[in-house]
């Protein structure tokens, strides 16, 4: 690459030192950022990982730790060699497994096991078309934004898995892809059949619709989303944007999905200003077996903090660029470390699929790369609550949203970077 076109394609950002506040779990407690980190003290460490049947899981990440993965890390896609540090990577799909857990007594203890008999806990999918809401509905659920928000369709990719746990009762929410009927990239099929996969373990399924919007059946969402399991799974049908509508409209709109879908109940809410949010969890507590919680109730993902690092930055690029631009990005963290005495380093990657996308990102003299990467380090430091070091470079790879193997390498494939 160009001296001047290196300058204006990687540049890094810093800022004085201050306070952030501390961000709470959807029970109240103070979280501990219990999300998978590289970096984590010895106790936190312990507590970042689900406690059932995550033995295993946690001895991938020490020796991955050890080895230091992403020091260097320079990803070669089209020779990616899958058994190379496939323990390095997070399964999607796997709910773990209460039954074979080895547990200690600190796991014990979090996880309430002989404590409340009547404890209730399970894994719920939130299905939609694009831009019915199903992110704004998760965080206000989890009391914590994990899922990118836009105005935009079709901005979640993967599944976001959120934790929102009480007292008595802890829900893992499955924040989908919205369901899409023509898939122009191999990257929308992959993506539904991640919904898809979603729905697999789901002990009940969310199904949203916009009450501002025409009623619609919703049997593709659930041909597409649950597929023979339709009829077995409670589904609940969320009638979103209750605020942009007439007290009378909802009351009509209840009445028709009622009478013309299949969902066993209808609830109309505004998932943006928290309306029926409460009657939506009664809803969910009232089909969640009987059972002890999955993990540690301050926990509030599995995803590990890079995997959100990534997902603020693709954010701001749909909040900044028009058109065709954001769509056609993908954001990868290549290299995250941590540094006791100084700021952490984040390395990352905008991979766009042609030249011209580039030269937009960039903008005049790198301008709008740095307004860009600006606004995403203010906003990874208020999720992580530290100060970052982020490097962003722009690369262009031709067509990755058809090349199944790069899509499996960034995450598509219901499997994602442990670290
Ligand atoms: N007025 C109003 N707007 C809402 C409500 N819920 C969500 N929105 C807006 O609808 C848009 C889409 O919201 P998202 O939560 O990203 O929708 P999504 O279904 O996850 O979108 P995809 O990523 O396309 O699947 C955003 O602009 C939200 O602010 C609501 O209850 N009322």
């Not at 746990?165 to 990239?185: A, C, F």
């Not at 649950?226 to 007290?247: A, F």
């Amino acid at each position: 690459m160009p001296a001047m076109e290196l300058f204006a394609a990687r540049m890094c950002y810093s800022l004085p030192n201050s306070e952030f506040p501390r961000i709470q779990s959807s029970n109240g407690i103070p979280t501990h950022r219990h999300l998978s980190l590289p970096h984590c003290t010895a106790a936190s460490f312990r507590a970042d990982v689900p406690m059932a049947g995550a033995n295993s899981r946690r001895s991938r990440f020490i020796s991955s730790e050890m080895q230091e993965p992403w020091v260097g890390f320079e990803p070669e896609y089209g020779s990616y060699d899958s058994s190379d540090d496939e323990s390095s990577y997070l399964s999607l799909i796997e709910k773990p497994d209460r039954t074979t857990a080895l547990l200690d007594d600190y796991e014990m203890e979090e996880l309430e096991l002989v404590s409340d008999p009547n404890h209730k806990s399970g894994y719920v999918a939130v299905l939609g078309k694009p831009n019915v809401g199903k992110s704004t509905l998760a965080n206000q659920m989890i009391g914590q934004k994990l899922s990118i928000v836009t105005d935009k369709p079709q901005t979640t990719r993967h599944r976001i898995l959120g934790i929102c746990s009480g007292p008595d009762y802890q829900m893992i929410l499955y924040d989908t892809p919205g369901v899409i009927e023509k898939k122009m990239h191999k990257l929308d099929s992959m993506m539904m059949k991640n919904v898809r996969s979603a729905s697999l373990n789901a002990d009940c399924v969310l199904v949203l619709v916009d009450a501002s919007k025409l009623p619609e059946k919703i049997d593709e969402v659930l041909e597409e989303g649950v597929g023979h399991l339709k009829y077995k799974v409670p589904t609940l049908l969320v009638m979103n944007k209750k605020d942009m509508i007439k007290p009378g409209e909802i009351a009509k709109k209840h009445q028709w999905y009622e009478n013309f879908t299949e969902a066993d109940d209808v609830i109309p809410v505004s998932a943006k200003y928290g309306y029926g949010i409460q009657d939506v969890k009664d809803w969910i507590l009232s089909k969640l077996p009987v059972g002890p919680a999955y993990y540690p109730k301050d926990i509030v993902s599995e995803h590990p903090e890079r995997f959100f690092v990534a997902e603020i930055i693709r954010e701001k690029i749909f909040m900044k660029y028009r058109s065709e631009v954001p769509y056609a990005c993908q954001v990868n963290v290549v290299s995250y470390k941590s540094r006791p005495t100084a700021k952490d380093f984040i390395q990352v990657e905008i991979v766009v699929e042609k030249n011209s996308q580039k030269i937009i990102l960039i903008g005049k003299e790198g301008k709008a790369l740095k307004l860009l990467a600006t606004a995403a380090r203010l906003d990874i430091e208020d999720f992580l609550q530290k100060k970052v070091y982020l490097e962003v470079e722009v690369k262009v790879k031709e067509n990755w949203r058809q090349d199944e193997g790069l899509l499996r390498r960034y995450g598509y494939g219901g499997q994602i970077r442990a670290l």
